[in-house]
């Protein structure tokens, strides 16, 4: 019999009956399709490519039905955990409490809601499968907004060891808190310390090979666009800013009758001070500089402006500036200041400012790059060094954005008293919970075992990471004012990496 159907014309079989195949309609359009004779049509039914009922956010990738297009299959699997708003918040608060809770969450639900434990992780079964792709991103987020934070790899000793061991922790607790029974703990706590020390083996694989390849195409992208910077690129180009304008200097002779009389008026300067010689007695340092450049010139026929920076300027430079340095306090001023004043004045004029401007730049790209690296534990600051570098800054009007900078970094690693204060105030709220929830006070040895061997660690290892990025921002903004150079990135995924392999595996319970 044909019938007409939305698809077009359908044959069936002469053996169905009409009963039969407003069945078949029934189930496949919603509702039945007055059976019609009709003209020719094909001897074959139309084979629908899309079973009926079939749920397009969970069919699988290699099942995707031939009469769907890719961008109507992903948008259904993006879709499906947003079937409704109250049932998807429901299905990621589950997911996120039992990762949080080492799958715990459906223990302590089942207890305060007096319901069965088979039947609370049943739920969290269908939450989990109604989210798919979603359940082990939020596993691992909350495995790394949570217990991630504590850094027991690094704690462990980091590297494969590390790994390893926090592996097998969290799949332990994680395979304890899956057991349906509590004498069922010990042999699943076991397997999945067993599965959580491969996963760690792996996240410290995984680690090294993607770290450097997602490192190097974020700067890739980033140079590309003109938004990012290598740090050691940075540091290469403003470091032979530097030697190019040295080289300059270098390459700048010196008439020697000038120079000469230069520092010979440097050294009359120096004497007029004080005509008994008390201060040059006091500065051997300084008198030591002047004559060895009066020597230099002296015994060699040619002489450049280089001469006098590198055995001159730099020289003094390095003589601190103390009170123990008595008579040296009183000359390198005057000295210095003479050696600046005749290089100004004759054919190197400017070439000292440009290459002392050159330095600096480089000077602070090698400060950040080294600031950069050095954050690799969690709350180490440079904030003291940034402090000291922007003294240097701070008397120039000019140079506000340079001093600006470097404050944000030393603001960012600061509030180490604040961190310190909250951390060791942690057995307060601890008794105050204590006491709303009638537990009376806890305060004493077993308040300060809580809160010093539990919520100690964990706020520290929060404020910690809290002030690590926000350190490697102001670092990282500090770059355009400070170097000329763009904003200079580069990521680790270290955490991320073990946040996903203990977070979505241990939440499965191994």
Do not use: C
């Amino acid at each position: 019999m044909i019938v007409n159907t939305p698809d077009g014309q359908v044959n069936f079989p002469d053996s169905m009956s009409a009963d039969d195949i407003q069945g078949v309609l029934r189930q496949k359009y919603g509702h039945p399709n007055a059976p019609a004779a009709a003209g020719p049509a094909p001897s074959d039914a139309a084979t629908p490519a899309t079973p009926p009922g079939q749920d397009l956010g969970t069919t699988a990738i290699w099942n995707k039905p031939a009469d769907t297009s890719w961008s109507d299959f992903m948008l259904a699997h993006l879709a499906k955990p947003f079937q409704g708003a109250d049932q998807a918040a429901n299905d990621y608060g589950r997911v996120a409490s039992n990762a949080i809770t080492f799958n715990q969450a459906d223990r302590l639900n089942s207890w305060l809601a007096g319901t069965d434990l088979t039947q609370e992780r049943a739920a969290s079964a269908a939450a989990r499968d109604r989210l798919g792709a979603m359940a082990p991103i939020v596993e691992a987020a909350t495995y790394a907004a949570g217990p991630g934070e504590l850094n027991v790899a690094g704690r462990l000793g980091g590297k494969l060891a590390g790994m390893m061991g926090e592996g097998a922790l969290a799949g332990g607790l994680y395979g304890a808190g899956a057991a349906n029974d509590v004498s069922q703990m010990p042999g699943a706590a076991v397997t999945g310390a067993l599965g959580g020390a491969a996963g760690g083996a792996l996240g410290r694989g995984a680690t090294k090979l993607l770290n450097p390849l997602v490192s190097a195409g974020a700067n890739a992208v980033g140079r590309a666009a003109g938004v990012l910077d290598n740090p050691d690129d940075i540091t290469a180009t403003t470091k032979a800013a530097r030697d190019a304008a040295y080289d300059v200097m270098k390459n700048t002779p010196l008439d020697i009758g000038d120079t000469r009389s230069a520092l010979q008026g440097i050294r009359n300067s120096v004497q007029a001070l004080d005509p008994t010689g008390g201060f040059q007695k006091n500065a051997p340092r300084t008198m030591a500089i002047l004559d060895n450049l009066q020597d230099h010139v002296t015994n060699n026929n040619s002489v450049s402006a280089h001469d006098l920076l590198a055995l001159g300027l730099d020289k003094l430079k390095n003589i601190p500036d103390t009170a123990a340095a008595g008579g040296e306090n009183e000359l390198k001023g005057p000295v210095q200041k003479g050696i600046e004043n005749f290089l100004e004045s004759g054919p190197a004029a400017g070439q000292l400012a440009d290459a002392k401007a050159a330095h600096q730049t480089y000077a602070n790209a090698k400060a950040l790059q080294q600031w950069q690296k050095g954050l690799s534990d969690f709350g180490t600051s440079p904030a003291n060094a940034a402090q000291d570098v922007a003294q240097s800054f701070y008397s120039d009007p000019a140079s506000k954005a340079q001093y600006d900078a470097l404050a944000n970094i030393a603001n960012a690693g600061g509030g180490g008293q604040t961190a310190w204060g909250l951390m060791h105030a942690a057995h307060e709220p601890i008794d105050m919970a204590a006491a709303a929830a009638g537990l009376g006070h806890m305060a004493g040895p077993v308040g300060a075992a809580v809160s010093y061997g539990a919520v100690k660690p964990a706020m520290s290892a929060l404020l910690k990471r809290g002030q690590k990025g926000a350190v490697q921002s102001a670092i990282a903004n500090a770059y355009p004012a400070l170097t000329g150079s763009t904003t200079a990135f580069q990521p680790d995924l270290s955490p991320a990496v073990r946040a996903l392999l203990f977070g979505g595996l241990g939440a499965k319970g191994f």
